[in-house]
């Protein structure tokens, strides 16, 4: 139990479908990312959140939109996906302090994009 | 721009023996040093860390040393069970802005048989 929870962990949808993704964490951290990890690839960095401002968003597709509302969740709009989609999409949170730089992820959500 | 290179998998071990996995990376600056491990189904947990040269992290019987002159952070572990096997993760970590951008290798995934 690392302090962040995604759901849900499971996720098919079609094409035409509209969903979202959920991270909440409870570790009072300053920071949150949306990462795309799909077989035989390097992990990818998707979005960045400090302070409930994004900060970097790596040439994502405008079919995937994040939503921060507050410092504790993070949301993954998803819209006409494609099938080249399907990946485990994880969740992570850091402190604001230099002094506790490592990252805390969530267990993922695997979506399945028929 | 950063990036971290480890050592292909995937590596298959038997019980008790010696585990070696090779990172090198290259920085601009003074990152720090990470180890991630997945376990399957899971998200990414940290293992062990290292903020400066010559730094060494343990845990859990793993061990790796931030060694600048060879921009290296090799993980080991004397003596490897059937329950170390998952995917492995090499990663650096700058600060920017109020966030840590954290660059991951590819993973290389370990399998323990008995």
């Known amino acids: 139990e690392t302090g962040v929870t995604q759901t849900p962990r499971h996720l098919v949808m079609g094409m035409t479908n509209k969903k979202s993704l959920k991270c909440e964490q409870h570790?009072?951290?300053?920071?949150m990312y949306w990462y795309k990890q799909s077989a035989k690839k390097p992990l990818e960095l998707m979005f960045v959140y400090s302070l409930e401002e994004r900060v970097e968003n790596n040439s994502v597709p405008s079919r995937f939109s994040p939503e921060c509302p507050n410092s504790s969740h993070l949301f993954l709009h998803l819209h006409t996906l494609q099938p080249e989609d399907s990946a485990l999409y994880l969740c992570?949170?850091?402190?604001?302090?230099?002094?506790?730089?490592?990252?805390?992820f969530g267990p993922g959500t695997r979506l399945t994009v028929l | 721009g950063n990036s971290v290179t480890q050592m292909e998998g995937p590596v298959t071990l038997s019980e008790e023996a010696f585990l070696t996995i090779n990172c090198t990376y290259t920085?601009?600056?003074?990152?720090?040093l990470f180890w991630y491990v997945q376990y399957p189904g899971e998200g990414l947990q940290l293992l062990l860390k290292?903020?400066?040269?010559?730094d060494k992290g343990s845990n859990k019987g793993f061990e790796a040393t931030y060694r600048k002159e060879t921009t290296s952070f090799h993980l080991e572990k004397g003596s490897v069970q059937v329950s170390d096997s998952a995917v492995y993760f090499c990663a650096l970590s700058d600060r920017s802005g109020g966030y840590q951008k954290v660059t991951f290798g590819t993973g290389t995934k370990l399998q323990v048989i008995p």
């Open positions: 570790l009072g951290h300053n920071a």
């Open positions: 992570a949170s850091s402190p604001g302090s230099i002094r506790y730089n490592e990252q805390f």
């Open positions: 290292a903020t400066k040269a010559d």
């Open positions: 920085a601009t600056g003074y990152p720090s």
